[in-house]
């Protein structure tokens, strides 16, 4: 068995991505220092994409599909991830994660 976290994983390894949005499986962007990046080739075929779906659902005791098109799931990492499926998603399972930043900032870095 694959893993089904395989096409996202150097897009995770990367400390300069904060977000990673998904327009089904053909239209991945990134949110790179503040600009958006078009990522071409990150998933093979819908599939991947679904397995990816299944697999992040399924650890939070969740699952997406068209009785539960919406769902919002918080990884252990405290990353977000929100899924759209079909019928609300027209053009395929939608997905946004919003990574969890893993430095250390102290109040003047926000200010």
Known sequence: MTDPYAPINPLLDDPDIMEIMIDGWQHVYVDKHG???????????????????????????????????????????????????????LNGPIVTLRKFLKRDFSVEDFV
């Open 35 to 89: 600009q958006f990046v078009d990522m071409p080739g990150v998933f093979a075929n819908e599939d991947e994409l679904l397995a990816l779906i299944r697999a992040v659902t399924e650890a939070a005791g969740q699952h997406a599909d068209e009785s539960h098109p919406l769902v919002d799931v918080r990884l252990a990492d405290g990353s977000r991830m929100n899924i759209a499926m079909p019928p609300i998603a």
